[in-house]
């Protein structure tokens, strides 16, 4: 089993749509978990973390399901511009040692 | 502020070659790291450093080299260039091990 795993997508998807995706992992340790949205052959970049409480930025909410080792991301009201690869990051660190683990990303495309 | 940068942006080596990879932040972040991109198989960390003069491998270190001589320069080595080197090579900068990650623009390195 991958450490983080993503389905790869394409999700193809009209403009104000809901879409979600799901990220599973396998280090029940891990402590911290973030979602990084990358565009075509740009470097990635955060778009939110994620708390066990869940957190809301705008029309993205994430969410961390420990027990079932999972975080998911989930966009409303879908823009042309969120068209995009969203990475799942699951870190783990302890003292000087720290394991940063990137999902392979799922690939969302907004059709008009 | 540049954030962080990357040199150079494009390289094509030949089988044997050296080079170094230069990273630069200006962010005064104490964790440096190294990762490459290739289709498939999402960001994979080389090394990484947890501050000036420290420095650790990742996931796949075989191959390349790192040196963070001073804390805003994280050089990435490769001694021998083989063809399964040619990727995308990312590096980033974080304040604290958990958390946010900025990236730079990336190199893309082909060896033939």
């Known amino acids: 089993r991958k450490e983080v795993e993503q389905d790869p997508g394409p999700f193809n998807v009209p403009e104000g749509a809901t879409v979600a995706f799901n990220c599973t992992y396998s280090n029940s340790a891990s402590q911290s978990f973030f979602w990084y949205r990358q565009d075509c052959r740009k470097e990635p970049k955060l778009l939110m973390s994620v708390y066990s409480s869940g957190n809301e930025d705008g029309r993205f909410t994430a969410q961390l399901n420990r027990a079932s080792q999972y975080i998911s991301l989930l966009i409303r009201d879908s823009k042309l511009s969120d068209s995009a690869t969203y990475l799942c990051v699951v870190n783990f660190h302890s003292g000087g040692y720290q394991k940063v683990t990137f999902g392979i990303g799922t690939k969302l495309q907004v059709i008009p | 502020n540049a954030g962080v940068t990357q040199t150079p942006k494009f390289r094509v080596l030949k089988t044997g070659q050296s080079m170094t990879l230069l990273c630069a932040q200006d962010?005064?972040?104490?964790?440096m790291y190294w990762y490459r991109q290739d289709p498939g198989m999402g960001l994979r960390l080389i090394h990484y450093?947890?501050?000036?003069?420290?420095?650790a491998k990742g996931e796949v270190p075989d191959g390349y080299n790192v040196s963070r001589l001073k804390k805003q320069n994280f050089l990435l080595g490769l001694e021998s260039a083989a063809p399964s080197q040619t990727s995308v090579y990312f590096c980033a900068s974080s304040l604290q091990d958990t958390g946010e990650q900025f990236f730079g623009p990336g190199t893309r390195l082909t060896v033939l």
């Open positions: 962010m005064n972040h104490e964790y």
């Open positions: 450093s947890v501050g000036e003069g420290t420095t």
